[in-house]
Each structure stands twice: as structure tokens, then as C-alpha cells.
């Protein structure tokens, strides 16, 4: 019964990685990695590894996919792309 649950979840993980990859978005991509996070904590919960489960839940499925949220509202916060005065390359 382990082994089936250790396929399904090793299925899991290679799908959602796979869709993560393919999208190109990261706005679509960062609920697509918390997915595959879920997945990686079942994966490890399987193969008896508590701890590490318990990590990739706290870090792989809440932590990154608002790291990448928060990235991608900061940058289109921008009002038009322009550039802020003192950068490089500009007046």
C-alpha cells in the first residue's frame, strides 16, 4: 500500500513540475508551485521523513508562491515602466 502512495505522489510531484515549468506566467506559476510544494510534503510524509515534510510545507507551498506575489505587484507597481531619476542610463 506504501509503494502505491509513494507512485501517486512521485506522479503528483512529476506533474506539477512539469506545469510549473510550462507556464510562463508568474502570476499562474506561483499557485502552480504551491501545488507542487503539497506535493513534495506528501512525497516526503510517504517516505517517512516528518521533518522534511513539514519544511517543504512551511517554505515550498506558503513562503515562495507570496515572495513570488509580492515581486511581481512591486515591479508592476511601477507607474508606465519608467525609469526613477538616478538610475542607470537615464537623464
Known amino acids: 500500500m506504501t509503494d502505491v502512495l509513494i507512485v501517486v505522489a512521485l ?3 512529476a506533474g506539477a513540475a512539469t506545469a ?3 507556464n510562463r ?3 499562474r506559476q506561483a499557485p502552480v508551485l ?3 510544494g503539497l506535493a513534495l510534503a506528501l512525497l516526503f510524509t510517504f517516505l517517512q521523513a516528518p521533518d522534511v515534510a513539514l519544511s517543504q510545507l512551511a517554505v515550498g507551498s506558503a513562503v515562495t508562491p507570496l515572495m513570488i506575489l509580492l515581486t511581481v505587484r512591486k515591479v508592476r507597481r511601477r507607474p508606465g515602466g519608467r525609469r526613477r531619476r538616478g538610475q542607470a ?3
Open 34 to 36: 504551491s501545488f507542487l
Open 25 to 27: 506566467d508568474p502570476v
Open 89 to 91: 542610463g537615464g537623464p
Open 20 to 22: 510549473a515549468v510550462l
Open 11 to 13: 506522479l503528483l510531484v
